[in-house]
């Protein structure tokens, strides 16, 4: 699969998600919210937990990791 047909793939998983939240009535805060804490859940599972690793993939600094992963009440891979 080419890059651009995969880019199309994501994008049309995106947009079914997307309108099944919302049919829903979903609010954007969120769904964001809700998007961000999974992210940061697959780039933790990822990277076994590496704060540094995992803010280096997602291009933030660790203190903003730790920071934001408190907020999302996303606890510590042990």
Known sequence: MDRRSSDLNFHQRLEMLAGDMVDKEISLKDALREFEKVFYEQAAKKHEGNQTRM??????????LRNRAKVLKIKKRR
Do not use: V
Request: charge should be positive; aromatic fraction near 0%.
């Open 55 to 64: 803010a280096k993939a997602l291009g933030i600094h660790r203190n903003t």
